[in-house]
């Protein structure tokens, strides 16, 4: 069955700690995206990557990083930098043809600093 | 500024009425539009989309009317079941953004039997 897969569910992260985010995908989509959801907001974009070995930041890219090493995988690390990092964070992927393709999502996962 | 308003945090509709939920946008360069339902603690659902070329999309109870002169889309769901009260959330992408979304702050809907 394809889809996204978002590790883990919840994510606790201490003070001055890196912490990555898993989100793996077996719909063979060529682009990848993360974003950031927080209490009564819309969804914003952090990072994307259109292909493999290349990626972009997006509107809040600052604090996080991330790589593209394979197609199927797009990890996200939150770094210490990120001083206000506890939110629900989005994977999505979509295939890279067309625009009017709609994006896809995993279940997420929630941040929280201890 | 946001470029994706989605003006009312929250509608309540009665079961087997028409929910109706609207969106507006400043960008006139935004040329593909879609719905997203979301559950609390779920990734957001694909719902529907509409192009900037038509002006209604419609997929069984849900239908998507897109008026580009006022920069304004609605999603109207007919009839309202308890299973669709969600958080929706309107998206708009541009000609040449490879794609990239921008979200509205989503309208949370009740549906009471």
């Given at each position: 069955d394809g889809g996204i897969t978002q590790s883990p569910k919840y994510l606790f992260r201490k003070e001055g700690q890196n912490v990555t985010l898993s989100c793996e995908q077996?719909?063979?989509?060529?682009a990848m995206y993360w974003y950031r959801q927080d209490p009564g907001q819309g969804l914003r974009l952090i990072y994307y990557s259109q292909i493999v070995n290349d990626f972009q930041k997006g509107d809040i890219a600052e604090g996080y990083s991330v790589s593209r090493e394979k197609k199927e995988s797009f990890p996200l690390t939150v770094t210490s930098a990120q001083k206000n990092p506890t939110a629900f964070y989005l994977c999505a992927s979509r295939p890279y043809l067309r625009d009017d393709q709609p994006q896809h999502f995993g279940d997420g996962t929630r941040l929280s600093i201890l | 500024d946001q470029q994706v308003k989605q003006n009312s945090p929250s509608l309540s509709v009665q079961e087997g009425r028409i929910s109706i939920l609207n969106c507006d946008y400043t960008?006139?360069?935004?040329d593909y539009f879609l719905w997203y339902k979301k559950y609390p603690a779920e990734g957001p659902t694909f719902l529907i989309s509409i192009s900037s070329i038509k002006d209604k999309n419609e997929d069984g109870r849900f239908t998507v009317f897109l008026n580009k002169s006022a920069k304004h889309l609605s999603l109207h769901i007919v009839?309202?079941?308890?299973?669709?009260s969600a958080v929706y959330f309107c998206a708009a992408s541009a000609r040449g953004s490879q794609g990239n979304l921008i979200f509205g702050k989503g309208t949370k809907l009740s549906v009471k039997p």
């Open positions: 077996n719909l063979n989509h060529d | 960008n006139s360069m935004f009839p309202s079941q308890p299973g669709d």
